[in-house]
């Protein structure tokens, strides 16, 4: 892990961008989504690539605390930092791994792996068999998605496989959705219908899994038949909604903002470029302030002369190349600015919001990928409710 470790909001006046993390908001989504489960269903909360950028150990331990009884990680390490952390609830790796030295650590940290292949649960209860240790595995299908799992139609032959594999004990069968959050549902219906299709042919032979899951984030919000055992939920604990017609199912908040402080203002003339290529040519003369963020810091390069930021509570557009570290901005309607004033590139400042959702539909992706831009040199100061923030960042 290359990010430098949570901070208290405290820290804040030293910094020349950061992310905060609003974990109130985090256990206010867990909280809603887990009253739309029935009491016995499990809600595994994915905190995959640092919990989306969240910082996994902080929400990992909200969500616990929140109701969330899982937790869903990508890589070995991902899961070995949670156990480090002291977590000690169960860890699903979603990811599908064959080195054995990756197996043995999966063992020894007590991560509960993926398998996909018959030949991969054959390397894993040869390897386990090293050590005589056992571990619990969830066996994955494909029902539609193509990335990972053994065909729906081949369950009760994979089923079969790994229980008459020694150090293997299966916890759950499971699938994964990959039009969840789409308008047209025929697919997801298909999908489900495929996988009711496969628990019903492996309950001919006698054969019933402790466990059954099947949707994230969106189709947990579809429909309380997609629920099963379990659900696993991504982004919307982090607040943000799948696609829009989701918006009226459930009441989240955003659990992310970004800010960065400005470091430069000046005054340039009609007719001068602004940063790289000059692909903002001043019509008139503008009042320009620099802010210290830029693409190493998540920033999409893409939202250049597309984005907007607040400052003192009032939208300001980005003018210019987003460059590395650094981006400009106009500040003409705003009067006297000032090096060292906070700008709010994602999140709330005064009545206005800027949403996850306004940079993923200008640049044509999802916001999935805008919130896991932040992970790399932006420091995290949490905050355990949205009052505490508003108290020290004004
Ligand atoms: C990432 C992931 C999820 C979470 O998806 P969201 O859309 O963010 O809720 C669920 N299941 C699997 C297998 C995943 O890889």
Known sequence: MTHIPDQRLEALPRQRAWVEI?????????TQLRGLLEPTTDLLAVVKADAYGHGAIGVAQTALQAGATWLGVATVTEGIELRRAGINAPILLLGAVHTPPEIQAIAQWQIQPTL??????LLFSETLA??????SVHLKLDTGMARLGAPWTEAVEFVQWVQHLPHLKIASVYSHFATADELDQTMLWEQKRRFDQAIAALQHQGITPPRLHLANSAATLVDPSLHYDMVRTGLAIYGLYPAPHFQDKVNLRPVLQVKARISQVRTIEAGMGVS??????????TQVATVAIGYADGV???LSNQMAVLIRGQKVPQ???VTMDQLMVDVSSLGSVEPGEVVTLLGRSGSLVIPVEDWSTAIGTIPWEILCGFKHRLPR??????NALERHVS
């Open 276 to 285: 790289y290529g000059h692909r903002f040519v001043a019509q008139m003369p």
């Open 22 to 30: 609003d974990l109130g908001a985090l256990a206010h989504n867990v």
């Open 130 to 135: 090293d050590g005589g240790r056992s571990v």
């Open 319 to 321: 003018i210019g190349t």
């Open 116 to 121: 996909c292949t018959p030949k991969q649960a």
């Open 300 to 302: 999409p390069r893409l």
């Open 381 to 386: 100061l949490t905050s355990p409710s949205n």
